[in-house]
């Protein structure tokens, strides 16, 4: 059985660290999102497809380089097809009922359940559900007691959603639902497959589930991430390989070599591979990227220092993004992947 996983995409949202990496590979507490997603698969998917565009070798290095007991397949677009044009384009490798991930999701889904209830409700498509408060920036559906799903609408405004329950990013279609995508085309799966399939085949599904679901869509949630999984693991901290630490750690992750000086203190901030943080340096809610140095006494609150780049000593940053370096040719300045027609 297959899985394709979507890991294309910029990650615009995740910017300056998606300015030099796929945002599929941001590290959460310490391992690349991909690997906790690709764990997560059952014993029966053989075979991972990462439909991938944006930064796909370093995608492809990273699997060559670790190995999940699984049959990976690299599948590059030649250009970014959408969530619904990148599962068309790895129509090839398909060879039966798949799943399809959405690659910046962390939570309990178990798919083997999820495999039973689609077989026993003899779905078309199966998708997971959660429930959340602001459903605006996510897929949302109308479902009838019996798990059919009636309406299947992306990002609605506020009024116009059907319900609470949001499209949580996996999906397990049947081979023939390839059929409704046109090849090659830039494609939206939630915008224009998932609708047409309700309509013509009646037998589309949502499957709710328990536990914890977070989409590290962007930096907040990219910090909230860490803060939630630290605490379900009951640790103050997270760190790598050959650090020196001196300051105080709370809610917090660091990678391997990094230093942070006397009298320094970390709350709820992730540092990548590298870091160097002098002394007496206040870090809440930050994400610094990988090599960064800060310079002692500075004090940042809701910040994210992208890669390399260095802040100076005694500097306050506040709600900022920091990056001086060219942005990568090609990079959008918004969001593509689903919001096709905007
Ligand atoms: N290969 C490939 N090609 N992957 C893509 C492309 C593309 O052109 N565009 C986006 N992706 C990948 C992203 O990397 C991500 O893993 C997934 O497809 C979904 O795209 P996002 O851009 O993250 O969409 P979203 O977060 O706005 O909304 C989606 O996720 C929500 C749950 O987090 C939708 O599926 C919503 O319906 C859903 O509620
Ligand atoms: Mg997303």
Known sequence: MEAIILAGGFGTRLRPFTFTRAKSLLPILNEPMISHLVKTL???VDTVILAVNYRREQIEEYFRTHDFGKTIIVNEEPEPLGTGGAVKFAEKYIT???FVLN?????SL???????FHEKKKAVATISLWPVENVSEFGVVDIKKDGTITKFVEKPKAEDAPSDLINAGAYLLEQPVLEYIEPGKLVSMEKQIF???IQNTGRFFGFKFQGHWIDVGRISSYISVHVHLLEAQRKKYVIGEQCEILGPLTHSCAGNRVRIGKNTTVESSVLFDGVTVG???SLDHCVIGEKVEIGEGS????????????IDKNTTHDNAIVWNQPI???YPNKQIGNVIGE
């Open 299 to 310: 004090n940042l609150k809701n910040v994210a220092v992208g890669d390399n780049e260095t």
């Open 328 to 330: 990568p040719q090609g």
């Open 103 to 107: 690659a910046d999701i962390i939570c």
């Open 110 to 116: 178990n798919l083997t359940e999820m495999l039973r």
């Open 195 to 197: 609708p047409q399939i």
């Open 279 to 281: 002394e007496n340096v």
């Open 42 to 44: 059952p014993k029966k």
């Open 96 to 98: 039966g009922s798949f």
